[in-house]
């Protein structure tokens, strides 16, 4: 049996979901995330990333984790 892939959630920074997937990148883009590369990446949640774009954030979390469930 395959081990099941790591959840992402809110609280963690876009950085640390690109390290657990980077084939992620074009859901965040599909949201209109489009600051990958950016230095709020690196520190900002998720969720608050969410926030300053006006995305849900539940959205992005359920189509990313999908997407790992998924591979």
Partial sequence: ??????????NMS???????DRSTA???MQFG???????AALGESIE???AVH?????AL???LNEYLADK
């Fill in 1 to 10: 049996m395959a081990a099941q892939a790591t959840q992402i959630t809110k």
């Fill in 48 to 50: 608050d990333a969410a």
């Fill in 33 to 39: 995330m489009y600051c990958l590369g950016c230095p």
């Fill in 26 to 28: 074009p859901i965040f």
């Fill in 54 to 58: 006006g995305i849900d954030v539940d």
């Fill in 14 to 20: 876009i950085a640390e979901a690109l390290n657990i």
């Fill in 61 to 63: 979390i359920k189509a």
